[in-house]
């Protein structure tokens, strides 16, 4: 099989004329066509973008590591935790308690739409 054969096309557009003028510019000076110039562009691109993209995930592992490290519970301190979230449901006082609103002037009917029952 031909190299050519194997290449990949893809078609790029410049918003700014400026950005395609200086392409061109910058392959002549350096002897390369604007094509190989660009190719040489994306590829240490990726290479700096796919070198961050692994730091991240390095540190989300780190984290989830401490994570399940710090916080891994047995099934007591599981039971632990449950009894203490039940405890505080009855004897702590919910800052979030709701009350029902007055009804105000909706002279466009947006409320009305909000108050109907989704199911027909």
Do not use: W
């Not at 290479?47 to 994570?67: D, H, P, Q, S």
């Amino acid at each position: 099989m031909k190299q050519s054969a194997s290449r990949r096309a893809f078609t790029l557009r410049f918003r700014d004329e400026s950005t395609h003028r200086a392409l061109r510019q910058a392959a002549d000076e350096l002897g390369l066509s604007m094509n190989e110039l660009v190719e040489r562009a994306i590829e240490h691109e990726l290479a700096i973008v796919g070198a961050e993209l692994e730091e991240k995930l390095r540190r989300t592992v780190r984290l989830l590591g401490r994570y399940r490290a710090d916080g891994a519970h047995g099934a007591d301190d599981r039971m632990a935790d449950a009894r203490d979230f039940a405890r505080a449901e009855v004897e702590e006082d919910d800052p979030l308690r709701s009350c029902a609103a007055e009804p105000f002037d909706d002279p466009v009917g947006v409320g009305a739409v909000f108050a109907d029952p989704v199911e027909r």
